[in-house]
């Protein structure tokens, strides 16, 4: 039986979530009420959930679920997603074994989903007030947002 990972964040816009799931290569599926964790036995768990984003697992459905709780909304998913390739056991790599990947696409503790939740939700606001806006990656991954006037 799998577990649920929570985490609380400050989600608020949808269409940022989807600008993420794009540059991820992942499926957002609005309005989708359950999501669906690590099978147990051949039917996957569900979850409920306010939206849900699709993610590729091989032959298994797995899900990481949006929940809307007031203005806001937090993720929900089975504590897999929560981990990163250097979790778990030594020398097992279970990115690969479940995604077929070596990283999770959605990062350690969410942490590449959320900073692209971030990334486009800045860029958003920024360009609505007009400002043209550029993007820098750095060596370790972090992302700079750069606005500039018009």
Same mark, same amino acid.
């Given at each position: 039986?799998?577990?649920?990972?929570?985490?609380?964040?400050?989600?608020? *816009?949808?269409?940022?979530?989807?600008?993420?799931?794009?540059?991820?290569?992942?499926?957002?599926?609005? @309005?989708?009420?359950?999501?669906?964790?690590?099978?147990?036995?051949?039917?996957?768990?569900?979850?409920?959930?306010?939206?849900?984003?699709?993610?590729?697992?091989? *032959?298994?459905?797995?899900?990481?679920?949006?929940?809307?709780?007031? @203005?806001?909304?937090?993720?929900?998913?089975?504590?897999?997603?929560?981990?990163?390739?250097?979790?778990?056991?030594?020398?097992? @790599?279970?990115?690969?074994?479940?995604?077929?990947?070596?990283? @999770?696409?959605?990062?350690?503790?969410?942490?590449?989903?959320?900073?692209?939740?971030?990334?486009?939700?800045?860029t958003m606001e920024a360009q609505r007030k007009g400002y043209l806006v550029t993007r820098k990656v750095g060596a370790n991954n972090s992302i700079q947002i750069v606005a500039t006037g018009m």
């Amino acid at each position: 039986m799998s577990h649920i990972a929570t985490i609380q964040t400050q989600i608020t *816009d949808l269409e940022a979530v989807k600008r993420a799931c794009k540059e991820l290569g992942l499926v957002f599926k609005e @309005n989708q009420t359950t999501c669906a964790f690590w099978p147990s036995g051949n039917q996957p768990q569900l979850h409920p959930c306010t939206h849900a984003v699709e993610l590729p697992v091989g *032959d298994f459905r797995m899900e990481l679920g949006l929940v809307k709780t007031g @203005n806001t909304y937090s993720l929900v998913g089975d504590d897999l997603l929560h981990m990163s390739e250097k979790d778990g056991q030594v020398g097992v @790599n279970w990115c690969k074994d479940i995604f077929g990947r070596e990283t @999770n696409p959605l990062g350690q503790k969410f942490g590449k989903f959320l900073q692209l939740y971030g990334v486009h939700k800045a860029t958003m606001e920024a360009q609505r007030k007009g400002y043209l806006v550029t993007r820098k990656v750095g060596a370790n991954n972090s992302i700079q947002i750069v606005a500039t006037g018009m």
